[in-house]
């Protein structure tokens, strides 16, 4: 039976954005609610995959996941209050080619405005003000994804809004944009590198992938690795560092 389709969803958005407020948000609150629970299960799916030691996790960190879930719910919400003014346009009707094409564009524009922002962060004492919390954790655990500073996860909310007030992506291409950002959000929090026994030759394409070891090195070592996907814009700017990060999990 066919509960729910793409094609159901620029009605579900119109009866969401002429609703009250209240329920909109609940909605979008939810389903980031979700995202975190899916999330994490994954990271712990993977952690014992590989008989991986389990850390738990602090009352404060999901004090603080809950938080940035809350935010992101804002976030869905402004997003939503755009499209109905027609700021923020999205297509729905599907085209490989678009789809592809808008994947490309959003994985790629967002690698690189993301890279920037932290980049600029960590030059600043905004690391010291706003990042720091992020970077309590020398060697990550998946909840540490949402460990954020609400100023942070405003501002990676805003920058993805504004491109998305760019171009009219096509909707299958965010649904998998967002997917991808939350897999390889989880895959650089592991704290242990899942693909260290993969074959790879100088054309791999994990070479220029965020990998685990990648953001986990970023966390041992801050003044490298400020990517987020790829490795690329760290490999333009000078700030790549390869290899393997030096503490984290252990096996059990
Ligand atoms: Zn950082
Ligand atoms: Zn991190």
């Not at 009250?20 to 952690?47: D, E, K, R, T, Y």
């Amino acid at each position: 039976m066919d509960f729910f389709s793409l094609s159901d969803i620029p009605s579900l958005l119109t009866h969401l954005a002429d609703g009250p407020v209240g329920i909109s948000l609940f909605v979008f609150w939810l389903l980031n609610v979700l995202i975190l629970g899916m999330a994490l299960g994954i990271g712990q799916l993977i952690l014992r995959g590989y008989h991986q030691q389990i850390r738990p996790n602090r009352p404060k960190d999901w004090g603080i996941g809950m938080l940035t879930v809350s935010i992101n719910a804002l976030i869905t919400q402004f997003g939503l209050y755009l499209y109905s003014l027609g700021y923020l346009q999205v297509d729905f009707v599907w085209q490989p080619s678009k789809f592809v094409l808008g994947l490309l564009g959003l994985f790629f524009a967002m690698d690189l405005f993301m890279f920037i922002f932290h980049y600029f962060i960590h030059q600043t004492k905004l690391h010291k003000i706003i990042h720091s919390l992020h970077h309590q954790a020398m060697h990550p655990k998946p909840i540490d994804l949402f460990v954020l500073h609400p100023i942070e996860t405003l501002g990676f909310g805003i920058l993805f809004i504004g491109v998305l007030c760019c171009i009219s992506f096509q909707i299958h291409a965010i649904l998998i944009y967002l997917m991808l950002n939350v897999l390889f959000g989880i895959i650089g929090h592991l704290g242990f590198e899942p693909l260290k026994k993969w074959p790879k030759n100088k054309y791999s394409l994990l070479n220029y992938l965020g990998t685990s070891s990648f953001h986990h090195l970023h966390h041992e070592d801050l003044s490298c690795n400020f990517g987020f996907y790829t490795n690329l814009w760290d490999r333009l700017f000078g700030t790549y560092q390869k290899g393997e990060a030096r503490g984290g999990n252990k096996m059990i």
